[in-house]
Structures are given as C-alpha cells and as structure tokens.
C-alpha cells in the first residue's frame, strides 16, 4: 500500500520561502511521477506543479511559475516543493500526489494527508 507523509508547511510572512517535503513508500518511487496539488479556502483543489518519474518533465500552474520548484530525490524516495516569494493567495493545504505511471500528466492515484501552508500579508 502506497503511503505518502508530507512535512514542511508552517506560517509565513508575504514575500518569504517554505519547503514542503513528502516521502513515498510502498511502491518503486523512481518509477512513478509525482505532484503537488492545493486547496484554498473555498476553492477546488488545484495541480500546483508535477514532475516526471526522473526528474526531466516538469509542469507548473501559471500562478505559481516563477517562484516554485519542484524536485526528487529518488535515492530518498522524496520530493520537494521549494516555494519562493510566497503570496497570501498561496495560502492553501498542500497535498503530495502519486502518479499512476512515469509521465507527469498521469492520474493520481495516491494522496497524502496535506500540509497547511499560511501566508500572512
């Protein structure tokens, strides 16, 4: 059964970083793509940023292009959501996502339990 545990969310000032971490198991992570997906209050959850099973095909929702990085570490079985200048629209629970196969468009078929991220202005 795949798990996925994320870590890193917090309270931040407008204009400041966070790392969100999630760590996989349960399945052959370097096989798969992940993604990180987020719900604001009184919005529907959105694709926030995804990247291939090794790392060479990213996507990035348009609002968040610029200022977040995804990456892996496939030796760890992790991946992280480096977010920069961060908005108080950003403000969200952020959920680590488990791709259905290796592509960065694969369905999810996995979820974490999200992370609370809070940007004050």
């Known amino acids: 059964q795949v798990q996925l545990v994320e870590s890193g969310g917090g309270l931040v000032q407008a204009g400041g970083s966070l790392r969100l971490s999630c760590v996989a198991s349960?399945?052959?992570?370097?096989?798969?793509?992940m993604s990180w997906f987020r719900q604001g209050p009184g919005k529907e959850r959105e694709m926030v940023a995804g990247i291939s099973f090794n790392g060479g095909s990213t996507y990035y929702a348009d609002s968040v292009r610029g200022r977040f990085a995804i990456s892996r570490d496939n030796a760890r079985s992790t991946v992280y959501l480096l977010m920069n200048n961060l908005k108080p629209e950003d403000t969200a629970l952020y959920y680590c996502?488990?791709?259905?196969?290796?592509?960065?468009?694969?369905?999810?078929?996995?979820w974490g339990q999200g992370t609370q991220v809070t940007v004050s202005s």
């Open positions: 349960g399945r052959p992570f370097s096989s798969y793509a």
């Open positions: 996502a488990h791709g259905s196969s290796y592509a960065v468009t694969s369905p999810t078929d996995y």
